[in-house]
Every structure is written in structure tokens, then in C-alpha cells.
């Protein structure tokens, strides 16, 4: 009895495997090993842009940061109107500690972006000079 069942189970397995093997197409497998592959290249964007971006994250770092520390504060607020002033002392700091962390992000990331942008204003610059150099 144990025995058929087991050659029953794997009838139904070995079944289940030929329908699934079925069901796929091979037109679309081949069409797959057929197409040529592009690659996306990354296209470089202006310097004016890479620093316009720079800014934009020192804005979004430090409108976050600000959120965080009015959080903090408001939190504070609430804590002292409870007397409970370690509690108040803990979320003001947390509010603190999430300014400093976010202004520092953007700003960090805000300058690597205009420093960017910055070296490609430089580069432009090197090469327009190079061209219109006399040769005498």
C-alpha cells in the first residue's frame, strides 16, 4: 500500500512537471538570445545643473533637520508640561541630534554635487582655452 501510493505521488509530480515544461514557448526564448543588447549610457549633466542639485540638498537637509528639532521641541514642551523633565531633557536632545545628523547629510552631500559641478565649469574652461590659444 505505501509503495503505490509513492509511485502514484511521483506520477502526479513528474505530470505536474510536463505541464509546466508545456505551457512555456520557445518562440520567446529565442527571440531573447537574437536581439542585440544596448546599453543605457549615463548621460553627464551640465555643471550649472550638478550645482543647482547641490543646493537643492543643503535646502532639503536643512528644512529636515528643522522639522526634527521642532518635533523634539514640541515634544519637549509636552514632556515639561507633564513634569517630567528628563523626559523633556531626552526629546529635545533627540530633536537636536536629528538636526545636526540631517543639515550635516545635506550638506555633505550638497557640496560634493556643487564641487562637481564646479570641476565641470573648470574642465570647460580648460578646454575652451586650449582652443582658442594662438599657436605663434
Known amino acids: 500500500m505505501k509503495s503505490g501510493c509513492q509511485v502514484l505521488y511521483m506520477f502526479m509530480v513528474s505530470v505536474a512537471f510536463a505541464v509546466c515544461g508545456w505551457s512555456q514557448s520557445s518562440s520567446g526564448q529565442q527571440s531573447k538570445d537574437t536581439k542585440r543588447v544596448v546599453q543605457n549610457e549615463k548621460k553627464a549633466t551640465p555643471p550649472g545643473k550638478e550645482m543647482g542639485k547641490g543646493g537643492k540638498d543643503i535646502g532639503k537637509g536643512a528644512a529636515k533637520g ?55 565649469e573648470f574642465k570647460k574652461l580648460g578646454h575652451k582655452s586650449k582652443r582658442e590659444s594662438p599657436t605663434s
Open 66 to 120: 528643522t522639522g526634527d528639532f521642532a518635533k523634539g521641541a514640541a515634544s519637549s514642551a509636552a514632556h515639561l508640561a507633564h513634569r517630567n523633565v528628563a523626559g523633556a531633557g531626552a526629546s529635545l536632545g533627540k530633536g537636536a541630534g536629528g538636526l545636526g545628523k540631517n543639515v550635516a547629510v545635506g550638506t555633505g552631500k550638497g557640496a560634493g554635487k556643487i564641487g562637481k559641478g564646479l570641476g565641470g
